[in-house]
């Protein structure tokens, strides 16, 4: 199994999605079968499900109306 580890790992805390929500990262994890590093967060609203996100998905950017902007920016605690 190869992992894939990267020095450019999310700091615990919130973030916000680019969509508006926010979220609370808890830490990585690792797939057991293909050693890919994974964010664990959940959401900072309604039942705060829990989700996991490719490390590079997390970490990548999204193209919104033709701008390139981050999925998940590091955020204050909402209030």
């Known amino acids: ?3 894939h580890f990267t020095a450019e790992l999310p700091e ?3 973030y916000r999605h680019y969509k508006g929500k926010f979220y609370e990262v808890l830490g990585t994890a690792v797939h057991s079968e293909s050693g890919e590093q994974l964010v664990v967060y959940r959401a900072c609203y309604g039942k705060r499900g829990l989700w996991v996100r490719p490390l ?3 970490l990548g950017s999204v193209e919104v109306d033709g ?3 981050p999925r998940f ?3 204050e605690k909402p209030e």
């Open 73 to 75: 920016v590091p955020e």
């Open 1 to 3: 199994m190869e992992s």
């Open 56 to 58: 590079s998905m997390f």
């Open 67 to 69: 701008r390139s902007q």
């Open 12 to 14: 615990p805390g919130i």
